[in-house]
């Protein structure tokens, strides 16, 4: 055993006043108890050594060069952020010598913060400033600044976004830059940013963008042992984008999402190695009773007037899928974008994670095949694909980003259609096999699973219309809207992959994860089994950000004669005609329900060491009180009919931005699908 590894380890538990007082501090981390205090054995202590080793050639971790040269890019954007405030202080009428004291500083926050950013990643930062410089400068003066630096390349704005951003890359270092004006005349360079009171009284863009460094200082502050936090969160962060599940924008989980689980995870295991965390990751979160949230901590008691998660007050909260608490104020959900489709998905990843670590840990596996990628393409045998085109490099960057925000909502319509089972979005991006002249294209696939039925014709160009009319009227609402950008949707069944992708996509060597039993009509973990509480009936989230709200309204347009529809004067491309006949997909029930409301249950006392059998009870005790009990709500799974009500009732809500719904958008395709 190496020494590094075994030096956190060489101090018996209990040996002095210290240690106890650093046990009973990890003992009583998080919403509960932790299930097991033992300490790491030998065996484990050798799985973690193996589990460093597997992941050094995927890049998990940079050399002390390039560390070195991220360090030197920072410190150059933080001297050009205080230059910027003070010029900026000093066009306000400041004196140059209040000016020179004004201050301004860049944080870090993401992966970076956490200390698990991978070779080549982007780094999240944020510009703090005093209270008398604005957001208008930032997006001006400070803009053209960077533009005048030749390390600068790639400069986008995005000042319209949810959180505004500045994106660059730096010296070969990709930046995304946000910014926040405190209600204060200085800032320090010592100033720490976990003071809630500094959120006081200042915009919702201020407070969303502060979110990020407090969130994930506050992650750091309450796991036990941080250096085997990371290691264990390297690994789960490789393994979840091996397996194409790691994008919060397309509806699975994001980079502090993962890292969340992976802190309660350490809270509930605090005195485990590395190598034992990822398998106790697993083991927990296969077992998880969504939609009970994951919290770090008890939520703040503070006051300020913004938003907060709490299904107590907020109805729509109560409806979040895999709701997973950030620990800072505002307590925000943020996974609010997982759909029945993208949980489905996951929770069979956490199953077959488990079963794979399981094999690992008693010697019967290598850590190299939990980071085998299965294949996407053998599980299915319909797709539609989705084709985002424009006509140069730089257009085709901001045009994808555009659309890529905009696809999970083509996924909850697509659940909405009784016909179809799952939408399973892969979250790469593909370039064409055969590209068109002058055309830069990005193509993204869905994996679809119908029911087993009678032939009959099921049309879902009208959800098309509406994701195609979505993304143009938010091209339009961005003032981005260029010639040569469009959506191309079409159908394709699997033997027809072979037009679109390279023949190393298509193997049809499965290489795990989740697989489609024909046997069984199910989506199977191999074993012929039906996974339970994969799907809850989907329905609209009254709750979404304003802009989204709007854009979720579907636009219904005429067809014609022979019931297709034009784009720019050309017809569809095909009919798009899926046989049922000929899917022999299986499909998951949505009459297999299970989504709960929080429900309370009895603590579990952790031992020295626990039996894994009390997660069942554990995992769904996220507070010792009925915190997030709903008052006056029988504690019940809701039925079929009670969430297809609540669909029906989030249908109706007025769309003030369309202002005729049978006109459709001159410039979205029309695709037709039907099912015979």
């Known amino acids: 055993m190496s020494t590094k590894m075994s030096a956190f380890w060489s101090t018996p538990p209990g040996q002095n006043a210290q240690s106890q007082q650093i046990l009973n501090q990890a003992r009583n981390l998080g919403m509960t108890s932790a299930i097991s205090m033992a300490m790491p054995k030998p065996l484990d202590l050798q799985k973690t050594i193996e589990l460093n080793e597997a992941l050094i050639p995927h890049g998990v971790s940079e050399t002390d060069e390039e560390l070195n040269h991220r360090m030197e890019v920072l410190r150059k ?22 000016a020179d004291h004004v201050g301004g500083k860049i944080y870090t926050f993401g992966s970076y913060r ?47 976004a949810f959180v505004p951003v500045i994106k660059m890359n730096f010296d070969g270092i990709e930046l995304d830059m946000l910014f926040a004006r405190l209600a204060l005349k200085e800032i320090p360079d010592n100033m720490d940013l976990k003071d809630d009171m500094l959120l006081k009284n200042l915009d919702p863009k201020c407070v969303r963008s502060l979110n990020g460094c407090r969130v994930t200082d506050e992650i750091l502050r309450l796991v036990p042992n941080i250096d085997n936090f990371r290691l264990a969160l390297r690994a789960i962060k490789l393994w979840a984008k091996k397996h194409g599940i790691y994008s919060n924008v397309l509806g699975y989980l994001g980079g502090v999402s993962w890292a969340m689980l992976v802190a309660r995870t350490c809270q509930l295991y605090p005195n485990a190695a590395a190598a034992t965390l990822v398998q106790k990751f697993f083991l927990v979160f296969s077992k998880w009773e969504w939609p009970q949230p994951v919290l770090l901590k008890p939520p703040d008691n503070v006051n300020l007037n913004y938003p907060v998660w709490d299904p107590r007050v907020n109805v729509s909260d109560r409806y979040h899928l895999m709701p997973i608490i950030t ?111 002058d055309t830069i294209s990005t193509m993204w696939f869905i994996g679809l699973v119908f029911k087993k039925t009678e032939s009959l014709n099921i049309d879902l160009t009208q959800d098309i219309q509406a994701f195609t009319a979505q993304v143009h009227r938010q091209a339009a609402t961005a003032k981005t809207v260029k010639d040569g950008r469009r959506i191309d949707a079409k159908h394709v069944r699997r033997k027809q992959l072979s037009s679109y992708l390279p023949p190393n996509f298509l193997r049809t060597k499965r290489l795990g994860g989740m697989s489609l039993s024909t046997s069984t009509g199910s989506l199977s973990n191999g074993s012929g089994t039906s996974p339970a509480g994969t799907f809850a009936q989907p329905r609209k989230r009254p709750s979404d950000a304003a802009l989204d709200a709007v854009m ?65 009870s554990l995992v769904a005790a996220n507070t010792e009180d009925e915190t ?44 037709r699908f039907t099912l015979k």
Not at 123 to 150: E, G
């Open 77 to 98: 954007v933080n001297e050009l952020a205080k230059e910027w405030i003070k010029e900026v202080s000093v066009q306000k009428n400041m004196p140059t010598s209040a």
């Open 114 to 160: 956490l200390g698990v950013h991978n070779k080549g990643a982007d780094i999240d930062a944020l510009c703090v400033a005093p209270r008398h410089v604005d957001r208008v400068d930032y997006f001006t003066s400070f803009v053209d600044l960077l533009k005048k630096q030749p390390e600068v390349t790639e400069l986008r704005a995005v000042e319209e």
């Open 327 to 437: 620990p800072a104020y505002p307590q925000q959900n943020s996974t609010f974008n997982v759909s029945c489709s993208t949980r489905a998905v996951m929770q069979e990843e956490f199953r077959q994670g488990f079963n794979m670590t399981e094999e690992i840990m008693t010697g019967k596996a290598t850590w190299d095949k939990l980071f085998e990628p299965p294949n996407f393409f053998v599980k299915y045998k319909h797709f539609i694909v989705l084709i985002a085109s424009s006509s140069s490099v730089e257009d085709q960057l901001e045009w994808v980003g555009l659309v890529e925000s905009k696809i999970r909502h083509l996924i909850l319509a697509l659940e909405r259609n009784d016909h179809i089972t799952l939408a399973h979005i892969n979250p790469e991006q593909y370039d064409p096999v055969q590209p068109e002249p």
């Open 552 to 616: 979720m309204k579907k636009v219904r347009t005429r067809e014609t004669a022979d019931g297709t529809r034009n784009l720019e004067g050309d017809e569809c491309r095909s009919p798009f005609v899926i046989n049922s006949n000929d899917d022999s997909c299986s499909s998951l029930s949505v009459d297999d329900v299970q989504n709960s409301f929080p429900v309370p249950v009895e603590e579990v006392q952790p031992s020295e060491d626990a039996n894994d059998k009390d997660i069942e």
């Open 628 to 671: 997030f009990a709903l008052p006056g709500v029988p504690v019940k799974r809701p039925t079929n009919l009670t969430l297809r009500r609540m669909r029906l009732c989030s249908d109706e809500l007025p769309d003030v931005t369309t202002p005729s719904p049978r006109e459709p958008h001159p410039n979205h395709p029309t695709i």
